[in-house]
């Protein structure tokens, strides 16, 4: 038997494809450390990459959070962590990203707004620590493929007590 | 209060050697079970503990409920407007009255059997009251709530009820350093919302130990220092700032910006657009206060260590970091970050923006700071090496911000209530205070 689909579901399959695949590449850069990588080929020149806290999640404005990057600032996390500079990531800890529950929210075209969630895997200097969360991406179209524009990951867990730190970029 | 000695009389943890110049502490005091026990009923349910801050409680009403010395406990502004401080914990059967982190109510309901407690503690509502006989009196009920007192918007509570000390003198010296905060704004401080919520698999003593250690700045966080030098900061090398003991367990460390300050402290690494503002705030400052105070608070970073778990560190932000042991090695650690309630919105960005750089779990130092404290802890598995030192700057009359001086005034007060002493100076040690006397 075929499934036979309209004109629209086949093009919805296929954004949804190239966007899983997207994310999935992002995912295999961050575990590989390949993060300048990461940085200049699959963000934006105005990429904004954040972490609320935990308590208030992101929903009320004018909160602090956990990390809130620009670009410049994101660059210099990435450069610390290759460099050996971040003394918690040297050695380099071993991480496994596994992103599920790939949604496109909105397609406007030129952009689209995806909700994900991720389970980070980190394991290092004799600790496993899983990070869990809710991702949103806001990607820009960018010929066959996207940029990062904005890049939240929302953590489910009420406190970081046991990890202690969040020294990987999520 | 005489607390009996478990362990044999010339057993130290703390080593002081005033002749000598030599100051150690037994590892034991990080590792031991038994004395981190000992710890919670000797010092925690003893001493002044940090609650909250007064604007986390704005309004009638409003609460927070949180873990104060690892006792739950609900910090509340009643419909009088007064801020008390009450066990979480119903009287009828023991449930948490209070099990959302922070809210507004006017009464407290416990969801066990529906006993209802106003904002004030008093035990308003009781459903099928004819099961209890006459001498039932619902004002004998009441939340139990703790002795508490607040010093500049700074809320503390006593889980003793014979701790001989006032809050005010029970901060002693720290006092002028809360001054130094609390006048940062003339309509008041508030708490950011946003608790940075992480810890550390280590004793929590190394983290307060942590926070008052200077000396470590260049060596650790040289990932810090070359970002903010990249931005244009004034390289943190300048050297000056000392150290001070202030009494009964309190210390700080003052000295130059190493960076910016957003209050009034403009760099380059701020940009050219918020400078007007700034220095208008410094200049502002100086007609307050005149030009010296107006420099201590405008242009002095500070670093004040109050005994036993409170760190509030003034630089390029304000953080106030609470520190609760869990067990001998682990710890709870609540940051949360403080400014002034009439902040301009684009330097409140830049302030919130520079703590992330620094602080919280994932800074470009706090991260640091934590593994190096937990690689302290792996280290003291090997029993071999018996002693820590904290010997730096016992030579000197005025100890330099790289010196160790704090550490050891915490380590003091700690090793006396430890022994059951009620905490009074020792005569011994004022050589290493300086002017800072409980009043």
């Known amino acids: 038997m075929t499934i036979e689909l309209t004109v629209d579901e086949t093009a919805q399959v296929r954004l949804w494809h190239r966007v899983s695949q997207f ?58 962590l290759l460099n050996g500079e971040v003394w918690c990531e040297n050695p380099r800890s071993r991480t496994n990203r596994m992103i599920s529950n790939v949604e496109i929210l909105t397609d406007r075209g030129t ?57 990987i970029i999520l | ?63 927070v409920a949180r873990d104060v010395g690892g006792r739950p406990v609900v910090m509340a502004r009643g419909s009088d407007g007064v801020i008390r401080v009450f066990a979480n914990s119903c009287t009828h059967r023991g449930a948490l009255i209070c099990s959302q982190p922070a809210g507004q109510t006017r009464s407290f309901r ?31 009920f009441g939340l139990a709530q703790h002795r508490s007192d607040s010093y500049r918007g700074f809320v503390f509570a006593t889980f003793d009820p014979e701790q001989p000390r006032t809050l005010t003198e029970y901060l002693a010296g720290a006092t002028e350093y809360l001054d130094l905060i609390d006048d940062q704004s003339e ?93 208008a705030t410094a200049a502002k400052f100086v007609d307050r206060f005149g030009a010296e105070r107006a420099e201590r608070i405008t242009g002095t970073n500070r670093a004040l260590l109050i005994f036993p778990n409170l760190m509030i560190i003034d630089a390029i932000a304000i953080t106030i970091r609470k520190i609760d042991p869990i067990g001998a090695d682990q710890m709870a650690i609540t940051s949360v970050a403080l400014a002034p309630k009439d902040e301009d919105p684009d330097i409140r960005e830049l302030r919130k923006s520079h703590y992330l750089t620094f602080l919280g779990p994932a800074g470009f130092a706090t991260p640091d700071d934590i593994e190096i404290i937990e690689s302290c802890q792996r280290g003291y598995l090997n029993r071999t090496v018996r002693y820590s030192d904290l010997s730096r700057g016992m030579n000197k009359e005025v100890p330099e911000t790289t ?28 050589a290493e205070m300086q002017g800072a006397e409980p009043r």
């Open chain 1, 111 to 167: 952009h689209l707004d995806v909700a994900a969630n991720v389970i980070v895997y980190r394991f290092g200097h004799g600790r496993s620590d899983a990070y869990v969360g809710k991702c949103r991406f806001e990607l820009v179209v960018e010929g066959e493929s996207f940029r990062v524009r904005r890049r939240v990951v929302v953590l489910d867990h009420e406190t970081l007590y046991e990890h202690g730190k969040l020294s």
């Open chain 2, 187 to 279: 309509v008041g401080m508030e708490v950011i919302q946003g608790a940075q919520l992480h810890g550390a698999r280590a004793n929590w003593k190394l983290m307060m130990e942590n926070s008052v250690d200077i000396y470590h700045f260049r060596a650790l966080h040289k990932r810090y220092v070359s970002y903010m030098e990249s931005l244009g900061s004034v390289p943190p090398r300048r050297r000056g700032g000392f150290g001070r003991a202030l009494g009964l367990g309190h210390g700080a460390n003052e000295l130059p910006p190493a960076a910016a300050r957003p209050l009034a402290y403009w760099t380059p690494m701020f940009g050219a657009e918020v400078r007007p503002r700034i220095e």
């Open chain 1, 23 to 80: 994310l999935f590449r992002e995912a295999r850069l961050l575990d590989e450390w390949r993060l300048l990588e990461w940085y200049d080929e699959m963000l934006t020149d105005d990429i904004r990459y954040s972490v609320p806290a935990t308590d208030v999640r992101g929903e009320t404005a004018g909160a602090l959070g956990l990390i809130d990057d620009d670009a410049a600032r994101l660059r210099q996390r990435i450069e610390q």
């Open chain 2, 1 to 63: 209060m005489t607390i009996e000695l478990q362990r044999p009389v010339g057993d130290l943890i703390v080593v002081d050697d005033l002749e000598r110049l030599s100051f150690r502490v037994d590892r034991r005091a990080y590792t031991d079970d038994d004395l981190a026990a000992q710890e919670m009923t000797r010092i925690f349910d003893r001493c002044w503990l940090y609650v909250g801050h007064e604007s986390e409680v704005p309004g009638p009403g409003s609460y």
């Open chain 2, 403 to 430: 010196d160790e001086l704090p550490a050891r005034e915490f380590w003091r007060q700690w090793d006396r209530l430890m022994r059951g002493d009620d905490g009074h100076l020792e005569v011994a040690h004022r």
């Open chain 2, 110 to 140: 416990c969801p066990y059997h529906d006993w209802t407690f106003s904002n004030q503690g008093e035990l308003v509502g009781v459903p099928i009251p004819d099961g209890y006989g006459p001498g039932f009196r619902k004002a004998d």
